[in-house]
């Protein structure tokens, strides 16, 4: 891959041909997850030094739920080519499944250290900040990631989050609101803001949002906390109505 620190020759060398490993892709995509495992088995025997064939290998377990599996395999992947971003950044992930969050930092920084501009791990590590309670912390990253793809709607909606627990609220309205500009059908900001406005104690506006978010998506925390919101303004009855639909979801 570009930029891993490998020549074309070693790549040729230590990688299956491009045919087979399009051929695990696919198996990845169609869902069959036990017969890439074996077939990963077989490929890592004739080709035992393949940096890809273990960050498949630890994809694959990753899915099934074989998190320790999958982390020896990332791992044996970074031991075979550091320069690996991909494989650092995948680290990442299956140990925030095992809440190892600075270690989880640790794998972004790593993965960023390669590609300065992988935005993806710039917004998990800023999730793994965030869970960290280090919120300023992980309000740069979020930042960072920004600078790169403006059109991000996830980080404002997570940076929203943020400053609404460190009580900026008017900020975290900012924020949902930059997420829907770009996306006016992502129910999470819709959600978010309907919440802040109800902390604000504005339940009307908070009901418009709460409705808004079950257009683009019905679930069941939105119908509860529409319940809550009816609630405050004494519509008993609608109230009854969203928490019944919030149980029957």
Excluded: W
């Excluded at 059109?151 to 609404?164: A, R, S």
Aim: hydrophobic share 35%; glycine share 6%.
């Amino acid at each position: 891959a570009k930029g891993d620190g490998f020549d074309q020759i070693e790549q040729k060398l230590y990688n299956p041909p491009s045919k087979q490993l399009q051929q695990l892709t696919n198996l990845y995509k169609n869902g069959m997850y036990q017969q890439l495992l074996e077939e990963c088995e077989i490929a890592i025997k004739e080709y035992p030094k393949s940096y890809i064939l273990y960050n498949i290998f630890g994809l694959t377990n990753a899915v099934m739920g074989l998190i320790d599996a999958s982390i020896k395999n990332y791992k044996t992947a970074i031991m075979i080519n550091p320069h690996h971003a991909e494989s650092f950044f995948n680290l990442g992930v299956v140990l925030h499944e095992h809440k190892m969050l600075k270690k989880v930092v640790e794998a972004y920084d790593n993965a960023l250290n390669i590609r300065p501009d992988y935005v993806e791990a710039m917004y998990n590590k800023g999730n793994a900040l965030k869970n960290l309670g280090l919120p300023e912390k992980a309000i740069l990253s979020y930042q960072a990631a920004l600078s790169i793809k403006p059109d991000y709607v996830e980080i404002y909606n997570n940076m929203g989050n943020v400053h609404k627990d460190l009580g900026e609220t008017e900020k975290a309205l900012e924020l949902y609101e930059k997420a829907l500009c770009t996306d006016p059908n992502y129910y999470e900001a819709h959600f978010n803001k309907g919440t802040a406005l109800k902390n604000l104690g504005l339940p009307e506006k908070a009901i418009l949002s709460y409705q808004k978010a079950l257009f683009c998506h019905e679930n069941a925390d939105v119908h509860h906390n529409m319940g809550n919101a009816l609630k405050d303004l004494g519509r008993v009855k609608e109230a009854i109505s969203s928490y019944e639909r919030a149980i029957n979801l």
